[in-house]
């Protein structure tokens, strides 16, 4: 299935810088998702601590076992990445920054049940300044996604505005808050819709989402990509290993040595924290916080 985007919902991306596209993953799909997450949650049953595999939520025991994230899932799952390369979720990405697109990083954020930790307002593009801002994150809805389970929150037309200091003391903490940046909360908006449903959010948007305290699950899997033009800005937290290795993350289209520059506010998120990397670990760094923990 290669739908492409209607020139509305184009539009409506580019004026507020996010889109939700309800009932586009097929149930058979989220059916073979929902299995590998049972495998990772047995794996983390038998572990103390984090890993590069694994992000445990700060409750978890091994008596009460609680997984935060599943780090790098196309690495480790064969049906997580072979969505990744489907029109399903390539194909919108196309329509909105081009024909030619590259892979930053994937993620599954469990948001489990009762616990599900927050994560703080922020921009992708401060962890990740690049020479332009064709940048994107679309995320697989899991599970039903409604306002009692920490949704997914974004401030629409933030994408167009600054790179907001994510600074605390002088040391990255991977977070901002609105009030104290001219954001009202009352304009946050949050994407909701039914499990198989895709939200796509542009990587300078202003997102984040609260601490799940209902009795259901909120899991959501993220591929982040960008047009194949945008390079890492020296200092950001991009890591590759030549031009080989970046070539290795095309997902679609043709690479290329010539960045595309466009002229776009830029921080760099540095100094970094001596924690592990992780938006959560990085996060704590924070005096003050929106959102409450568990």
Wanted: hydrophobic share 35%; glycine share 8%.
């Amino acid at each position: 299935m290669a739908e492409t985007l209607t020139p509305q919902q184009i539009a409506h991306y580019r004026e507020h810088g996010y889109l939700v596209l309800e009932n586009r993953i097929p149930p058979e799909w989220l059916e073979k998702i929902y299995a590998e997450i049972a495998r990772f949650e047995k794996e983390a049953a038998g572990m103390t601590a984090s890993n590069d595999r694994l992000d445990l939520e700060d409750s978890h025991t091994q008596q009460n076992p609680r997984l935060r994230r599943i780090k790098l899932p196309h690495t480790i799952s064969g049906a997580m990445r072979k969505l990744m390369y489907s029109d399903l979720i390539l194909a919108p990405a196309r329509d909105l920054i081009g024909p030619d697109l590259r892979l930053h990083t994937t993620k599954l954020n469990m948001k489990s049940a009762g616990y599900g930790a927050a994560v703080e307002w922020h921009q992708d593009y401060a962890f990740y300044p690049h020479t332009n801002d064709d940048i994107l994150a679309i995320g697989v809805i899991l599970d039903d996604m409604a306002p009692e389970n920490g949704p997914l929150m974004v401030y629409p037309g933030s994408h167009k505005g600054p790179v907001f200091d994510h600074h605390t003391d002088g040391v990255f903490a991977g977070a901002m808050l609105p009030e104290e940046n001219g954001l009202n909360p009352d304009d946050a908006v949050q994407l909701t819709g039914p499990a198989g449903s895709v939200s796509i959010h542009h990587g300078r948007i202003v997102h984040g989402s609260a601490l799940n305290t209902s009795d259901r699950a909120r899991r959501i899997l993220f591929y982040e990509m960008m047009a194949a033009d945008a390079f890492p800005i020296m200092g950001s937290m991009t890591k590759w290993d030549g031009i080989a290795d970046y070539n290795t993350r095309m997902l679609c289209g043709e690479p290329t040595l010539n960045p595309r520059l466009k002229d776009i506010p830029v921080r760099i998120p540095q100094p970094q924290p001596d924690v592990p990397i992780s938006i959560y670990e990085i996060q704590k760094g924070m005096k003050k916080r929106a959102f409450d923990t568990i």
